[in-house]
């Protein structure tokens, strides 16, 4: 997959040359930030992960994103477990860039890139994210890619040492979105 504008963030699968990348992932808590470093975990995984499916499955993904001249600046995952639904009406999806990438707009405009693929290339109704209560910049991105704030659920995440609040975002096909 290859997808986006000329000038702006792309996604594209993850190639061998990626997983650097990935293994900066699973080694460096600054590279998923506060909110989402889970603690260390196997790098191997990530090689097999890749010669296995290359991170993609009919209701599951991880693509990189890159910027305009196609360095990996982070990455989006998408998943459809049904979870007491049929599966794929309803899509979680999730993304993180490399600290140096953040803060210019690539985090919104890539989650736009990713709703649009999902809207595009799956029968997604629904497209769902949760996030920290205190991510803000995350919860900024969703709302600018046209996400409704749906709820708050408290206590609901452990990380640094403390319990914190998640908060509850979803976007449906048929809701107005802003131009990607
Ligand atoms: C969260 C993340 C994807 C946002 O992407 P980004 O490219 O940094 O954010 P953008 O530049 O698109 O900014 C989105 C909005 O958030 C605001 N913002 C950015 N950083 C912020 C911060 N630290 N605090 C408050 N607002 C912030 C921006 O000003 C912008 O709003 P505006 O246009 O009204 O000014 C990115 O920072 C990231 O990957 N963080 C680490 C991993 C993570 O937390 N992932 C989310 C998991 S749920």
């Not at 990348?21 to 460096?28: A, G, K």
């Not at 991880?62 to 979870?83: C, N, P, Q």
């Not at 595009?120 to 205190?134: I, M």
Request: aromatic fraction near 8%.
């Amino acid at each position: 997959m290859g997808c986006g504008v000329s000038d702006g963030p792309a996604l594209r699968a993850l190639r061998e040359d990626d997983l650097p990348f990935l293994e900066r992932l699973s080694t460096d808590p600054d590279a998923l930030g506060p909110f989402e470093w889970p603690g260390f975990t196997d790098v191997r995984r990530n090689r097999r992960r890749w010669e296995e499916d290359g991170y993609i499955t009919p209701t599951s993904g991880m693509v990189a994103v890159t910027d305009a001249e196609d360095t990996v600046v982070g990455m989006v995952v998408w998943k459809s477990e049904g979870r007491g639904v049929p599966t794929g009406v309803t899509y979680e999806i999730g993304i993180a860039l490399l600290p140096e990438h953040r803060g210019r707009g690539l985090g919104t405009k890539a989650q736009q890139l990713l709703i649009d693929y999902l809207f595009d290339h799956t029968t997604a109704n629904r497209v769902e994210a949760t996030t920290n209560g205190e991510n803000y910049a995350e919860q900024r991105a969703l709302e600018k890619a046209g996400f409704t704030r749906e709820g708050l659920m408290r206590g609901r995440s452990f990380i640094g040492g403390r319990y914190h609040d998640t908060i509850m975002y979803g976007l449906l096909r048929a809701d107005a979105r802003p131009e990607s």
